[in-house]
């Protein structure tokens, strides 16, 4: 395919080929016949047991008198595409020493109209820091109500001065261009 000595350029073989011209410089390596070797015993525990995971293949062939590590393991089974059968560890699992936060309303009735009320916020990355927003919600109506948003700019310190901002600090320039509950109502 690549020919060292053609009056065109390696780049350009690798170009027309359509291949990446780093690919050209590493050719791929045989499989050494240790790996091979350790392929097979991977595959003969793997049809024994398909449970089985790379971490506990890994120590049955060191019972064996291999010297290899986990995720040489690994990499090997991926490469015969081998993967374990058993169940993958569950994120939504309860981590032991995790504490839970109790669930503070689950014994209140909500009879009347706006006794509980939410706050869900978001970050918004932009150019220069990022803008927090904010938005309180009734949770019986799930109606915003007028005038109760907030910004907050986390890039800045709220409680120092800053000359771009006619020395005033950051929170005092955001919530200046708020409307208050009376405009807003």
Excluded at 12 to 17: I, K, T
Excluded at 132 to 151: D, M, N
Aim: proline share 8%; with cysteine.
């Amino acid at each position: 395919m690549i020919d060292r000595d053609h009056k065109l350029s390696i780049t350009r073989q690798a170009q027309l080929l359509g291949m990446s011209r780093g690919a050209v410089d590493a050719p791929p390596q045989p499989t050494s016949p240790a790996d091979l070797a350790l392929m097979r015993q991977i595959d003969e525990r793997h049809l024994q047991h398909p449970f089985v995971g790379a971490r506990m293949l890994r120590r049955q062939v060191a019972q064996e008198g291999w010297q290899v590590g986990r995720r040489h393991v690994g990499t090997r089974m991926r490469r015969m595409g081998i993967a374990a059968l058993a169940p993958q560890p569950s994120p939504s699992k309860k981590a032991p020493g995790h504490k839970i936060d109790p669930y503070l309303l689950r014994r209140l009735t909500i009879a009347r109209s706006n006794p509980v009320w939410a706050l869900e916020t978001t970050d918004i990355v932009m150019a220069r820091g990022a803008v927090r927003a904010g938005v309180s919600q009734g949770l019986r109506q799930r109606e915003r109500p007028a005038g109760r948003r907030c910004r907050v700019m986390t890039g800045y310190n709220g409680s120092r001065e800053h000359s771009r901002l006619q020395d005033v600090t950051p929170d005092a320039q955001d919530f200046a261009s708020l409307p208050t509950e009376k405009q807003a109502a």
